[in-house]
């Protein structure tokens, strides 16, 4: 039997802990800008928001109130379900309050649907947005979809298991549950300090990109915005163009250092931290997610050397040498490989070969253990030596081969999720393409494949009708909720919201 009143107590919470967040948003754009015209619709908006979410807290929390806090793996796999799905449809009641304050009837937030696809987007670091202008959103609004980035990166569950220590043993399924990879492992003995770590480590580095961001020529409130979205890999930006925008070296050079970092396991960090940088370098993954970054930033330099750029402003470059092709070829790399999604040029103009080597980043996504999407490259690689290992039998029937990953071996279990996850993937990909494409008449495989690509495995852009200048605010209400569905899928990894649909879940079998 599943402890629903457990499960709904601690919805509650997350639902505070996030009505929170809002809180300190509104209180941070007070502070920044004040009581200035322009901004008072979306303060608005956010503090009914707020206080919507306290009573729906609140009532939630009573109903468990009384009880200790059961967490047994039913309830945890629910827990971090609902958390995701209720909390996209709390994070996108601003949007829809502040169009109806703003009266702005015509706009994408005027439905329901919209907002809960870019708060769903925002949450779980997505960036796949409705909006084509963006810049045009009060600065309210902006900063809380940074925010909601911000929260998604290393997970809103993660942040409560940190913040709340009754959890105990329910607390270390649901940071295995949230944390994304093969093997969520700990990197101290307790989950609560483990959980705790992560966020300093995720705290530190969002504030030393903040002040680069800021010395090289943003103002703060673009740097913030900015920097949330790329340490959570996620892809929102301040301007239409994305970081495209503002046209500098020294930001795009930033924000590629940033958006690599983001992608490794954190785990390395701590192993730096205490001094062991030469295990933290042996890490296979952290080699593997290193040289396909490089090799593909040479592939696709190579690509579209001697071509015109299209820049995300909408200007056309000379002829792009060897300088221009390493800066435009690296940064878009670099953006897709760790679902970041930003975008310094229109990739969808580049040639096949550029925009198939970024079709598959987008499948192998960054390091498990980070705030990137995908299936991640410790995934790929124990996929790919499977698969070798079972060619190799077809000849060698009598050989038994170990499959290693560095110096440990892939037990047959890990092995056998290993191929499931790739599997299910692949599925939910082809299944999502299908559907979009019955949903949407006249749309054509490009554009719904890279869509259900990009959503599913996090990443925001892709090609075609969904492409670096293109938005998602053209698909219809189901089509929308069907992204915002894969988002959620991708995020937790997708067996967290699929065994939902088995009855024996349900029956405590």
Known sequence: MIHVRSVLRLVGLLTLVLSGSMLLTTLAILAWFGMQPTELAAKKALLVTVAAGVVIGLALWLVGYGRKAYLGRREALLLVAISWLI????????????????????????????CYFEAMSGLTTTGATVLGDVSALPRALLLWRATTHW?????IVVLFVAVLPTLGVGGKRLFQIEAPGPASQGVRPR??????????????????QVMLLWSAGMNIFDAVCHTFATMATGGFS???????????????????????????NFGVYYLVLRGKARAAWRDPELRLYLLILLVATL?????IHGRPVVLMTGGTGEAAGVGEAIRYGAFQVVAVQTTTGFCTADFDRWGVLSRGVLVVLMFVGASAGSTGGGI???????????????????????????????????????????????????????????????????LDLTSAATASAATLNNVGPGLGDVGAVKNYGWFSGPSKILLSLLMALGRLEIFAILVLLMPSFWRGE
Request: with cysteine.
């Open 238 to 264: 301040t301007a239409g163009a994305s970081v495209g925008a503002f046209d500098s070296i020294a930001i795009d050079t930033i924000v590629i250092v940033f958006m690599l970092l983001a992608g490794v």
């Open 376 to 442: 991640k490259v410790i995934r790929c690689f124990i996929a790919l030596k499977v698969l070798l290992a079972e060619f190799e039998r077809v000849f060698r029937p009598n050989v038994v081969r170990t499959v290693n990953v560095g110096r440990w071996s892939v037990d047959p279990e890990l092995k056998l999720t290993t191929l499931a996850y790739v599997l299910g993937v692949g599925a939910l990909f082809a299944i999502g393409t299908f559907v979009l494409m019955m949903i949407e008449p006249g």
């Open 191 to 208: 989950i609560r300090e483990t959980a705790r770590m992560l966020w300093l480590i995720y705290l530190v580095l969002t504030v030393a």
């Open 87 to 114: 909390g996209a449809a709390l994070a996108g009641m601003p949007y829809r309050m502040w169009a109806l304050f703003a009266s702005a009837d015509d706009h994408q937030f005027s439905s329901m649907v919209s």
């Open 299 to 303: 592939i696709v330099a190579w690509d």
């Open 151 to 155: 929260l998604g990166g290393l997970g």
